[in-house]
């Protein structure tokens, strides 16, 4: 396979660099929600978009479509890259989100939960220089026999290729190598809320909104 590089992403996916980001943050507010597979960062993000009228972004959503889109030059590289359980090229993933949380701003303002990223530094360093500072990030910390046995139970009935146990230990792997060192180097910022996400999914979400509250963001409902 040719290196992602050559030939260039085209113009509707290319990042550039920027002297200062697309989005202010005294305008656009960004928490980062990281966890590994199965931590239950959708079901949490339910629940903060219906109480707190935050957008909802998940890269891997993202990814997934533009995957599916007929036109795309990159959708069988992400295909394969999902199926694999390794991380697609930077440039693709923060340049789709950009473009997604422009088409759901109102008024130049907006507040957007950014599901499953950074997944590695350079996405990371990338998103906060060209796009936006992120207020926080939101870490659901799971043991890996916990999140397996939720995902092999979802791969029941969801269809994902990658709800398998093969691909769900290559995603946990990949998930303590690549992006614990995003939320290690967050935490050393004191930009880290960390929850145990090993109870119900009321119980979590309770501790959610203490922790959230803490840092001074509210709910609307």
Excluded: W
């Excluded at 339910?46 to 993202?62: I, M, P, Q, T, W």
């Excluded at 390794?86 to 997604?100: D, G, H, R, S, Y």
């Excluded at 791969?155 to 303590?176: C, L, M, P, Q, Y």
Aim: aromatic share 8%.
């Amino acid at each position: 396979m040719p290196a992602i590089e050559s030939p260039a992403p085209p113009r509707r996916l290319s990042a550039p660099k920027k002297d200062t980001p697309t989005f202010s943050p005294d305008d656009v507010q960004v928490i980062f929600v990281l966890g590994g597979p199965g931590a239950g960062k959708g079901t949490q993000c339910e629940n903060l978009v219906r109480d707190y009228g935050f957008k909802h972004l998940s890269a891997g959503d993202l990814l997934r479509a533009e995957q599916d889109r007929p036109e795309s030059e990159f959708g069988s590289m992400i295909k394969e890259y999902i199926r694999d359980g390794k991380i697609v090229p930077m440039e693709v993933t923060v340049q789709l989100l950009e473009n997604a949380m422009g088409e759901e701003l109102k008024g130049g303002k907006g507040k957007f939960l950014v599901d499953g990223f950074p997944r590695k530094m350079d996405q990371a360093l990338r998103f906060e220089e060209s796009v936006c500072t992120s207020k926080f990030t939101l870490f659901f910390d799971c043991p890996e026999d916990v999140m397996t046995e939720r995902l092999l139970n979802r791969g029941k009935t969801s269809g994902r290729a990658d709800d398998n146990e093969e691909s769900i230990k290559k995603r946990f792997k990949t998930f303590v190598d690549t992006s614990m060192p995003v939320v290690d180097y967050f935490e050393k910022e004191g930009k880290v809320v960390r929850i145990l996400a090993v109870k119900g999914p009321d119980e979590i979400y309770k501790e959610v909104r203490e922790k959230m509250s803490q840092r001074g963001v509210h709910p609307i409902n």
